[in-house]
């Protein structure tokens, strides 16, 4: 019953529900009634034995978290209480809801200390705390959190240092604008699948450690706004899918290490307000996605490289520092020249860098287009709780009948996937990695090791890996996931997202795999990222790599990825639509795939693109399939926009679609249907 008007008293009678799993009243202006304990909808809740979601997100509550809250069904997963301004402590009875996967509690006024009994909701994956008031230091109980993938508490009030123990987090944390003082421990640098990491504005000191370089994943670097000192380790450069840095307001000192021209993917590099001396590195040149550069405040000396980027970049990125030279609109003097050829040849050498790296890339492009895609498949979905156990060879040749033709559902670049059914009845996908190409046995593993560790709620999860010298298979099952609408929490989303990636179960419930993810994440081979990168066609002009797959929906700013994945689901909706893919011969570089839709959205222009199978033989059948068919166009074309602002957020995008159904199932009721 959320996004309505409801307002007045959460009732009690709801508790009469006994068997109710799923209570979403979000953003209404409902509130709670204390005036009598038998009033207080806290007080009955318990009664719900199977809740497993608790939605109250955006209600004035004004009131406090109960100690009831400990009483909650063990079964509940998910607790959404955003912005509902409750006050005083987090209750220690939280730490009884051994089921919970996600807890929010983001945006409102609560105060006191993290409860240590929250080291024993041993299966939160998220813990999104952000804008609270919440005080003195982060327990070390909650290194018992093994499945912690994601901790959340930027805008508090934490002081001390992080606990040394948070080696396991697989997607980010977030602690910026805290109290946080002291060195960061080296456990930091062992965070090696974290993609966001912002400790921004804080008070920490110490050096940053040349281990930064084992955060092979990452995406966002944000250290901004702290104390920290000594030089910028090299290792940086290794990072392949960094795609924003900022060590802004700090006191490194030393020059900026030339490695960062090997940090391809970086869109903002921030280094102002430091001592930084030396030269700004000409590798930075090679930057074909930076955006956002910013030297000012530095002790940096020599020419302002000219190549690439650069000449986009204004004074501003260079104000204040010891004797930088170059272009005159820089505000900076003009640099002494040396001899004019030198520049000449490097101007060459520049040239022909760029040429084989199209060609690199192009090729790559070409190979990408003819790996077929190793297609996964998902049937029945079990609700039995599945756990990692052991299997063997032979398990898994009987699930899937000596891994017959039959059950073949694909193959790929690195292997086959199989579909099976385990003994105990649960319908598996089953993917054996082709040994014979090279690098597989060290990916294979990789994958199994990093999937295991991060059970994503919507991603595929894997039960369990088979690992001999000469036989690896990994097997897994989807959860139910994103696509439906009103799936409460989605804490990643796949930017990969296309028609092959999608699988429709029994109940048209749309549900994202994908076995190729951890490929990217895994080891540091290049070719293997490569393989990943989405796909050609579906990817948002101005690209974006590897890093965009895991990245989680942020209210935070309209970030990169959320845009790019808007504009995959937007191709996908035209493809499904008109049996065509992006890449069809007959878009070629004149007509898009998208001018062509465009081009059709005149009365009665549909039936030129959609798939004429999709229209009714009933006039009013038919007058409904195209009203809807047009908006479902319409709504692709947003979606698609070429200017990132311009496109519609995803959440629009689902609400869009949801309006769109119903008045497509109303005027189809209205005729014949
Ligand atoms: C919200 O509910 C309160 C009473 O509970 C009422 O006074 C107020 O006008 C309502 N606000 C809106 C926007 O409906
Ligand atoms: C409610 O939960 C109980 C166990 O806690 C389970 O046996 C029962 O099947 C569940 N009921 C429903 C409708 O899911
Ligand atoms: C929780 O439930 C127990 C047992 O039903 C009861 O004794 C206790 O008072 C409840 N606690 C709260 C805070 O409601
Ligand atoms: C809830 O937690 C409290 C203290 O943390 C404990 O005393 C109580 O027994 C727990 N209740 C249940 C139902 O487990
Ligand atoms: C540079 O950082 C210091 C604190 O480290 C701050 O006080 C100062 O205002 C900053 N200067 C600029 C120009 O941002
Ligand atoms: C420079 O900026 C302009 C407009 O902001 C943009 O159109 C152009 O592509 C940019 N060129 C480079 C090399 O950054
Ligand atoms: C770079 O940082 C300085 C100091 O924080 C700021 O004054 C300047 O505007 C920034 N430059 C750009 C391009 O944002």
């Known amino acids: 019953m959320g996004s309505n008007s409801f307002s007045s008293f959460i009732p009690v009678t709801l508790c009469t529900l006994p068997i109710l799993q799923w209570l ?94 929250l080291g024993r909701v041993r299966n939160l994956q998220g813990m999104y705390l952000s804008d609270n008031k919440l005080v003195s230091y982060i327990p070390d109980e909650l290194c018992q959190l093994y499945n912690l993938a994601d901790m959340e508490m930027p805008h508090n009030l934490f002081s001390g240092s992080i606990p040394s123990c948070l080696g396991d987090l697989a997607t980010s944390l977030n602690l910026m604008s805290n109290l946080l003082t002291s060195t960061v421990s080296s456990f930091l640098w062992q965070l090696k699948y974290i993609l966001d990491l912002d400790l921004s504005s804080n008070s920490l000191v110490g050096s940053l450690s040349e281990d930064i370089g084992n955060l092979k994943v990452v995406a966002h670097i944000d250290l901004s706004n702290n104390h920290f000192s000594g030089s910028i380790p090299s290792s940086i450069g290794g990072l392949q899918d960094l795609f924003s840095l900022s060590l802004a307001n700090n006191n490194l000192e030393g020059h900026s290490p030339s490695s960062f021209g090997n940090s391809l993917s970086l869109e903002l590099l921030d280094l102002s307000n ?43 990125s260079f104000v204040s520092n010891g004797a930088l030279c170059g272009a005159t609109r820089l505000l900076v003097p003009t640099c002494k020249t040396k001899a004019a050829s030198r520049y000449f040849v490097k101007y060459i050498t520049i040239g022909s860098l760029s040429a ?68 105990d009845g649960i319908d598996v996908a089953i993917k054996v990695f082709n040994l014979e190409v090279e690098g597989v046995s060290k990916s294979s593993d990789n994958e199994c090791e990093m999937l295991s560790n991060i059970r994503y709620i919507n991603l595929l999860k894997i039960i369990t890996c088979c690992s001999q010298t000469d036989f690896k298979a990994v097997v897994g099952y989807n959860d139910r996931c994103c696509i439906g609408i009103g799936i409460p929490s989605s804490p990643i989303i796949h930017c990969d997202l296309k028609p092959s990636n999608i699988l429709i179960d029994d109940d048209m419930v749309a549900h994202i795999a994908d076995f190729g993810i951890a490929k990217l994440l895994g080891g540091g081979n290049s070719t293997t990222h490569t393989i990943t990168l989405a796909t050609i066609g579906y990817m948002a002009p101005g690209g974006y790599t590897v890093a965009c797959l895991f990245i989680k929906l942020r209210d935070k700013r309209n970030s990169f990825e959320k845009r790019g994945c808007v504009y995959s689901f937007g191709i996908v909706l035209m493809e499904t639509f008109t049996k065509r893919k992006p890449t069809d011969e007959m878009f070629g570089r004149e007509v898009s795939m998208k001018q062509w839709v465009a081009d059709s959205l005149f009365p009665g222009g549909m039936v030129e693109v959609v798939d004429a199978n999709l229209f009714g033989t009933e006039e009013d059948d038919d007058f409904a399939s195209k009203e809807c068919l047009s908006s479902l166009m319409r709504l692709a074309l947003v979606c698609c926009a070429e200017s990132p602002e311009k496109r519609i957020s995803m959440q629009d995008a689902l609400a869009m679609l949801n309006k769109i159904k119903t008045k497509f199932l109303k005027n189809a009721a209205g005729g014949a249907v």
Not at 305 to 311: L, V
């Open 274 to 316: 430091n001592s930084l001396s030396g030269v700004i590195p000409k590798s930075l040149e090679a930057l074909s996605y930076l955006q956002y550069l910013n030297f000012s405040f530095n002790k940096l000396l020599g020419e302002i490289p000219t190549g690439g980027y650069f000449k986009n970049f204004s004074s501003e």
């Open 356 to 423: 084989i790296l199209l060609v690199v890339l192009v090729s790559m492009i070409l190979c990408r287009k003819r790996i077929v895609e190793a297609a996964t498949d998902q049937t029945t979905l079990s609700p039995q709780k599945l756990l990692w156990r052991k299997v063997s060879r032979l398990e898994l040749l009987s699930a899937t009948n000596g891994f017959s033709e039959c059950n073949l559902l694909g193959t790929g670049a690195f292997g086959s996937v199989y579909k099976g059914t385990m003994s």
């Open 24 to 117: 979403l009243l979000s953003l209404n202006n409902l509130t709670i009634d204390t005036s009598t304990p038998e009033a207080n909808i806290f007080s009955c809740l318990a009664n719900l034995r199977n809740l497993s979601m608790l939605n109250l997100a955006g209600n004035p509550l004004n009131t406090a978290l109960p100690a009831s809250l400990g009483n909650l069904s063990t079964s509940l997963q998910y607790i959404d209480f955003r912005r509902c301004n409750f006050k005083g402590d987090i209750p220690k009875e939280i730490g009884n809801l051994s089921s919970l996967i996600s807890l929010q509690l983001g945006f409102n006024q609560l105060s006191g200390s993290l409860p240590t009994t």
